[in-house]
């Protein structure tokens, strides 16, 4: 459990969605708490439906018993299991792709329909994963066989386009509390991170100005704080810095920054953007580069915390903190990995995906799971606004998939040649 996870918990178990996470969370919480209070039930349903998924991928290429036996193995492979192992958005929106992989390769119509609510699915669990699902809807759905390749790819094109809406359209309906989540972050980070890579300092009053109805609370060496206390690690520091705090806006709860405040920071955003276009790029680059641990440290947002930060909140829900002597065994065992291999570092998997794509341009399904990867990854760089590392999970498991797809089919030509 983190942040997220028990901000979904709060806000299913008081019946108020707020639409600073996809409130479609707060659906599955509700059930599964309802059913067995606490977490296991979710951790349980994103687990086999994740392995399920994976061993009838596998099944494609393997008998059985080997399917199984690669199902698990990626699964336990611990840049994976970091992840799916905590009680994340992204964990079911990983489980929905991979089913949805599984039946948009079906030869029967009412399958490829059912992998393309599986899409569904996974775009609402996850704001982003239109990034992903393009490439497989695209390649992967057929309305039927024998169409020209015009008409096939429009048909997909426009089932994305709905898929995608429709996700959306489902939060939207069952938001309760619409925070204006993009206002009290993203927006004021890019601002931030935009001012932040200018060559020059501006003048107080400029940015005053630039900034005008957004609440700034600094009015003196407004710059010189800007480039003190922006990090392309995360946006965090510019709202809840003990002393250098920008701005004062929620970013969680159900009250949302005042409209007259939201609109002021759109048109800020608007403003420095397309002012200082090449520094805003600047700051995007930097921010993806943190994400995929390019120049960085190993391993960077992997959840390696043994103890949670404010113990009694999960006492006072009826959760347990304790931590047993396998699980702290596992933690150092995973550390030990961050540490001291490249398994988490996420920009060795895009160098993968992308070398292998030449390797695969003729095979559809692996193109469309490389590519779906890759799709996902290329999100970060207008969205992103922290170095998580689970922001990149679906592209390891999309490239170490595709890897060992590709490696058993090319083993496999290669005997035959032979004889």
């Given amino acids: 459990m983190t942040q997220d996870s028990y901000d979904h918990m709060r806000e299913a178990r008081e019946g108020i969605y707020s639409d600073a996470h996809p409130p479609i969370v707060n659906v599955l919480w509700k059930i599964c708490d309802t059913i067995i209070a606490g977490q296991v039930l979710i951790l349980i349903l994103q687990v086999t439906v994740f392995l399920g998924g994976l061993y009838l991928l596998f099944r494609k290429t393997f008998e059985p018993v080997k399917a199984a036996w690669w199902a698990g193995a990626l699964l336990v492979f611990p840049p ?51 990034g992903g699902t393009f490439p497989l809807i695209l390649l992967l759905f057929e309305w039927k066989p024998g169409l020209h390749w015009l008409k096939r790819y429009a048909i997909a094109a426009v089932a994305w386009v709905g898929v995608t809406l429709a996700a959306f359209g489902i939060n939207g309906a069952i938001t309760d509390k619409p925070m204006y989540y993009w206002n009290s972050s993203l927006a004021l980070y890019d601002i931030v991170g935009t001012y932040a890579y200018l060559d ?39 709202l809840n810095d003990p002393k250098r705090t920008m701005w004062n806006v929620p970013i969680n709860g159900y009250v949302p920054a005042p409209e007259a405040q939201r609109d002021s920071i759109s048109r800020a955003w608007k403003h420095v953007i397309t002012s200082h276009f090449g520094a805003y790029l600047k700051h995007r680059i930097s921010v993806t580069a943190e994400a995929l641990g390019i120049g960085g440290p190993r391993g960077v947002g992997v959840p390696v915390k043994r103890e949670y930060r404010w113990p009694q909140y999960p006492k006072d829900q009826g959760l347990h903190t304790g931590v ?85 089919r090319r083993y496999r030509a290669a005997r035959l040649r032979t004889g």
């Fill in 200 to 238: 020059e300092d501006l003048p107080d009053e400029q940015i005053k100005s630039d900034l005008a109805g957004t609440e700034l609370l600094i009015d003196k060496n407004i710059h010189a704080l800007i480039r003190d206390v922006y990090t392309p690690v995360t946006f965090y520091p510019i």
């Fill in 80 to 130: 994976s299991l970091t992840v799916m192992g905590v009680i994340w958005k992204d964990c079911m929106m990983a489980a929905l792709l991979v089913v949805g992989v599984f039946a948009l390769l079906s030869e029967k119509r009412s399958h490829k329909l059912w992998g393309l609510a599986a899409m569904l699915g996974a775009t609402a669990f996850r704001y982003n994963a239109f």
């Fill in 324 to 408: 047993s002597p396998v699980q702290k065994k596992m933690t150092r065992a995973l550390q030990w990995i961050v540490r001291h291999t490249p398994l988490f570092v996420p920009w060795l998997y895009l160098l993968l995906a992308c070398l292998i794509l030449p390797l695969i341009i003729r095979q559809r399904d692996l193109l469309a799971i490389v590519l779906s990867g890759i799709g996902m990854e290329a999100t970060l760089l207008p969205l992103v606004h922290s170095n998580d590392y689970r922001y990149s999970h679906w592209m390891v498991i999309t490239t170490t998939l595709g890897i060992i797809v590709l490696v058993t």
